[in-house]
């Protein structure tokens, strides 16, 4: 029997998305998927007990279907006029990206995005069977924004701060795009917390401008699973109207507004993270030599020399494999010459840093295939 054959053709052929490693036993340093050091607000687990209560009783109830305190709060947690209406909460980010997918990309409809940026974007346009159109950096991974005002997609997918490179894009070089791109920008801001800047200003001025934003990495929240959007409420509407009634379960709603309602414990880590990251970033520029973009989020994107000064993929794979063996995990993206020599490795902790750095060291004193 072939039951793949009663599948959609382009169903039967689909490439599954490649989460980073999670691995199930302790003992991992664990940078490989740009999770939070810090545990979340205290906030978040008194919630949690308040919504389960003694018994669990609440459970037996569905959630507030459209998650509306989470909605008013979130408007009001990035205020610039935005209100409720501009609001919709999903499960996790992703599940907002495949919403916007899911809407605006078909066949006959393309959905564009830059490589490199978050491998997420081709796997939800397979899903669909949509068309896509890829725009390519260049090794300076300066925004190519002319490439993308000329697309011909209908929505735009653009990782800012990108991942893995962590490099930002300027509000004025979005302008730029939303000046003569007529499809939609969707701006997919996970790590916008650890930037300078955000694009949530421009949207009263530009109507076709989405902004995605998640709680799993500045949040500290990645268990939990809860993202949203920003945008003008026509573009909401439409969302509404393709997603789950009950996309956001009632403890992650619980969760996220008490997270939310903690500003100050916020600011504080994510200033430690910034903090932690440019130390490491001179460190591996100034100390080791080694190239390394200038990194708006809460990764690092990095280029190994070897003792020899020599970079490239066999060198980034060999430091990557020296690295998993002493259990320090990060990540290495080896299927495109953009990022096949670098490594990503989101920042952890102090200590954590520590033994990244020290392993380094001691691969760089290991004599050749140790
Ligand atoms: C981590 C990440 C997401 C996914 O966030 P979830 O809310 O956990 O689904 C979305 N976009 C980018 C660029 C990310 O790095």
Known sequence: MNLSSLALPHVAKLHAYTPGLQPSEPGWVKLNTNECPYPPSPLVAEALRREIGEDGASLRLYPNPKSSSLRAAVAQHHGHGLREENIIIGNGSDDILNLLVRAFCAPQAAAGF????YSLYPVLIEIQDGRSNVIEFDRSMRLPF???ASSPAKAFFLTSPNAPTGVAFANADLERILATFPGLLVVDEAYAPFAWENAVELLARHPRLVVVRTLSKAYALAGI????ALAHAEIIGLLDGVRDSYNVNRLSQAAALAALSDPGYYGAIIEKIKATRDFHVGDFIQGRGWFTYESSANFIFTEPKNAAGGSGPTVARAAYDFLCARKVLVRHFPSHALTASFLRIS????GEMLVLSDTLDAWLK???NA
């Open 114 to 117: 830059t490589f490199p940026s």
């Open 146 to 148: 002319d490439r993308i």
């Open 225 to 228: 699973r809860v993202g949203y």
């Open 347 to 350: 920042v952890g902790t102090d």
């Open 366 to 368: 290991a004599p050749p």
